[in-house]
């Protein structure tokens, strides 16, 4: 079955710091990649998600995330967080052919003002 | 507004009880989907559905059924609950090209089973 590794559970940053947060996924075949961000006491909403096409995806509010096929990888990356991107982020994989999402066990992402 | 819409958002049970969760969605998209959300586990799979009249077990179903009379509606029921059952329930939606596209998530419901 297909599986989804966050590393991180729980970040803590300074405003201005940059961020990183990993995903890994254990599947061989081809995949649609997503961030989710959950702010808190909201539901899940979509950050980005990668399909085909250039590697390093960007999306909303200044976040971008790199796939990298070789590591079974897709980051989260932003240059310069901020107090407002405090929340919990998770990494979803999808199959073409599957009818489901799996979730990684997410990251909560705290910054410091 | 178009979108994903859970009722009840908050619901207390004592054990043993029964209830149902609704889930509506108005983008006519086939596929609908439970989850429950634990701290530290991230979000897994109840059951889901690919269309009317059909569902499929998740990764979690034990304790719970579900119906999709309609395309629209996705219910989750409870028909005795424990306090194991104690969660955030989201419900989900995507079309038929949804594998590229992403969910769309309703805003949950907060069940404390005591």
């Known amino acids: 079955a297909q599986s989804v590794s966050q590393h991180n559970h729980h970040v803590i940053l300074s405003e201005a710091a940059s961020l990183e947060l990993g995903c890994n996924y254990s599947?061989?075949?081809?995949?649609?990649l997503f961030w989710y961000v959950q702010y808190p006491g909201q539901h899940l909403q979509l950050l980005l998600k990668y399909f085909s096409g250039d590697p390093l995806v960007k999306g909303i509010k200044g976040f971008e995330a790199e796939f990298i096929k070789s590591k079974f990888s897709f980051n989260l990356r932003k240059p310069s967080v901020q107090w407002s991107d405090t929340a919990e982020y998770f990494c979803?994989?999808?199959?073409?052919?599957?009818?489901?999402?799996?979730f990684g066990t997410g990251t909560s992402l705290t910054v410091i003002p | 507004n178009a979108g994903v819409t859970q009722t009840p958002k908050f619901r207390v049970l004592k054990t043993g009880q029964s209830m149902t969760l609704l889930c509506a969605q108005d983008?006519?998209?086939?596929?609908m989907y439970w989850y429950r959300q634990d701290p530290g586990m991230g979000l897994r799979l109840i059951h889901y559905?690919?269309?009317?009249?059909?569902?499929a077990k998740g990764e979690v179903p034990d304790g719970y059924n579900v119906s999709r009379l309609k395309k629209q509606n996705f219910l989750l029921g409870l028909e005795s609950a424990a306090p194991s059952q104690t969660s955030v329930y989201f419900c989900a939606s995507r079309g038929r090209t949804g594998g590229y596209y992403g969910y769309t998530f309703g805003s949950g419901t907060r069940l404390t089973v005591v």
């Open positions: 559905s690919v269309g009317e009249g059909t569902t």
């Open positions: 983008m006519n998209h086939e596929y």
């Open positions: 979803a994989v999808s199959t073409n052919t599957g009818n489901q999402f799996y």
């Open positions: 599947y061989g075949g081809t995949v649609n």
